[in-house]
């Protein structure tokens, strides 16, 4: 069989089930979904900490894990056990150096952060180093080596 045998062959396939005007629109759609994902990011790092557990000061690890995605600009942070309120400051300021640092604009990505530590209380602001770190890393996607710990408070 030759060409002129199948007069169909080179011409686009064109679906009568779907309007242009609707196909158009599932793109549109398409592209705002995997533009949603742009926004997200996430990564780990380990805290070095101290904890009172048995009433003398004893050196443990911690864990935070940050998740960013499209939202407006709010901070959440889960903590098991509890966390002081000096923490969760040192965490809404390591968002705000992060940012800064990379001049990027995170008015538009809500950030959640989870602290994990084996004490009774997460206190203080020995978390922010860590937090500053993290959130640059995840911002800029950097990978963060899983044998990296930190300590330490960072302020203005």
Excluded at 30 to 52: K, Q, R, W
Excluded at 130 to 146: C, F, M
Aim: aromatic share 8%; charged share 15%; with cysteine.
């Amino acid at each position: 069989m030759n060409a002129r045998s199948w007069p169909n062959v080179h011409k686009p396939f064109k679906s009568s089930l779907i309007p242009s005007s609707m196909g158009k629109i599932s793109w549109v759609f398409l592209i705002l979904i995997c533009a949603s994902y742009a926004y997200a990011g996430e990564g780990t790092i380990s805290i070095l900490a101290v904890s009172d557990e048995t009433g003398q000061m004893q050196g443990s690890v911690a864990t935070l894990h940050l998740e960013t995605r499209e939202g407006s600009g709010r901070v959440f942070l889960e903590t098991f056990p509890l966390s002081k309120t000096d923490t969760q400051i040192s965490i809404r300021f390591a968002k705000q150096v992060a940012c800064k640092r990379l001049a990027v604009n995170c008015e538009k990505t809500d950030f959640i952060y989870t602290l994990r530590a084996n004490s009774a209380v997460i206190g203080g602001p020995s978390a922010g180093a860590a937090a500053s770190l993290l959130t640059y890393a995840v911002l800029a996607d950097i990978e963060i080596p899983k044998d990296v710990s930190i300590t330490g408070t960072i302020n203005s």
